[in-house]
């Protein structure tokens, strides 16, 4: 699932709903700010280290935009090196950070996570991203459902920041989550509440649902047993059947 949050320039975090999302996203953390011609970026394990490290960097780094990542490893190793934010093409002056499942085959073997195989090697392939055309080739290959967002203070670019899917997020209060993960763990659309959610999403992260899946592209939750990825009851019966 991941949970990825933007803040425009001027915008303060929201530090509980970061902690929920890092609750339910802790394969790793990592922020970015802009900070006129550099980039702050930090990455950890510790989600609550790291939250406390971004509110008090962005009191002091308010003009620029700002993001946070918190990680579901959907392939990869679980490590810093896959943790959000990553360099575009190794350049330091551009990152970016990424919800959803790309459309690449992360081998068994492959330590690197889809996004990091993609901001190292087939992003840079596409053209600069600082054209249009190349942020719109971006987007019709990783399809609607994906998001990224690009911080930048490369002086090429025409703007320091980028949300591509935009419209397929949420903005609360001023931020941009990429999804309903920030929300409190037993407000409506999360445990029990989700038992009654919107049929055509994941009962588990609010994502849309393929219409012949019976488990959740993004998070691997079960529809059918409400159970998480790795205790599905259904593939439990089927294993103990066959």
Same mark, same amino acid.
Request: hydrophobic share 35%.
């Given at each position: ?47 609550? =280290? ?18 946070? %990542?918190? #990680? ?8 810093? $090196?896959? +943790?959000?934010?990553?360099?575009? $093409? ?25 996004? #990091? ?12 991203? #600082?054209?249009?055309?190349? #942020? ?8 609607? %459902? ?55 999403? +994941? ?12 488990? +959740? ?22 294993? =103990?059947?066959?």
């Amino acid at each position: 699932m991941c949970l990825l949050t933007f803040l425009p320039p001027g915008v303060q975090p929201d530090p509980h709903a970061l902690h929920n999302g890092s609750l339910l996203n802790d394969d790793g953390h990592g922020f970015a700010i802009a900070t006129g011609d550099s980039l702050l970026v930090r990455h950890s394990m510790n989600g609550e =280290q790291l939250i406390d490290e971004f509110t008090a960097a962005r009191r002091t780094h308010a003009d620029g935009p700002a993001l946070f %990542h918190s #990680r579901w490893g959907t392939g990869g190793t679980v490590d810093v $090196g896959n +943790c959000h934010p990553l360099r575009v $093409g190794g350049d330091a002056r551009t990152v970016l950070a990424h919800n959803g499942v790309l459309p690449i085959d992360v081998g068994a073997n492959e330590p690197r996570s889809d996004t #990091r195989i993609a901001a190292e090697d087939l992003i840079p392939a596409m053209g600069p991203l #600082r054209l249009r055309r190349t #942020r719109l080739r971006l987007r019709r290959w990783m399809g609607d %459902h994906n998001k990224i967002a690009i911080l930048t203070v490369d002086r090429r670019y025409r703007r320091n920041a980028y949300l591509l899917n935009e419209q397929a997020g949420i903005w609360d209060g001023g931020i941009w989550y990429s999804n309903t993960g920030y929300r409190d763990l037993f407000a409506p659309r999360t445990l029990l509440g989700r038992l009654a959610a919107d049929p055509a999403t +994941c009962w588990w992260c609010s994502e849309p649902l393929d219409d012949d899946r019976h488990d +959740c592209l993004y998070c691997g939750a079960c529809q059918d047993c409400r159970a998480t990825d790795g205790w599905c009851l259904c593939r439990r019966a089927l294993r =103990q059947a066959g």
